[in-house]
Nanobody, 126 residues
Framework: QVQLVESGGGLVQAGGSLRLSCAAS????????MAWFRQGPGKEREFVAV????????LYRDSVKGRFTISRDNVKSTVYLQMNSLAPDDTAVYLC???????????????????WGQGTQVTVSS
């Protein structure tokens, strides 16, 4: 399985921006669909965005559309999540996930991914 390490989290004021990174190793990165999930305090893990391995097509949860952008750099084996116009409801641990050779056409559940990073904390103050 591929190993994933997230970075880029932190404390930001409402309306601010952050860019998260997830570096992968131990696998052929270009063959993995990559996703971001998040888990807020006392909440279940929820899907944020995914970028597919074959076409680089993307899907987003409704609440982040127009604010967040997922992208990937197959040379650097890294997936990014650019987050703009952050709001307190975006406060969560953000986790990177990977699934080999599966392209998603609908919102995936966490169970569809078998490789996970440890997460990076994002805190948005009001």
């Amino acid at each position: 399985q591929v190993q994933l390490v997230e970075s880029g989290g932190g404390l930001v004021q409402a309306g601010g921006s952050l860019r998260l990174s997830c570096a992968a190793s131990g696998g052929i990165f270009s063959t993995y669909s990559m996703a971001w999930f998040r888990q807020g305090p006392g909440k279940e893990r929820e899907f944020v965005a995914v970028i597919n391995w074959n076409t680089a097509s993307t899907l987003y949860r409704d609440s982040v559309k127009g604010r967040f952008t997922i992208s990937r750099d197959n040379v650097k084996s890294t997936v990014y999540l650019q987050m703009n116009s952050l709001a307190p409801d975006d406060t969560a641990v953000y986790l990177c996930a990977a699934q080999k050779l599966v392209a998603f056409r609908a919102t995936p559940t966490a169970a569809r991914f078998n490789s996970w990073g440890q997460g990076t904390q994002v805190t948005v103050s009001s």
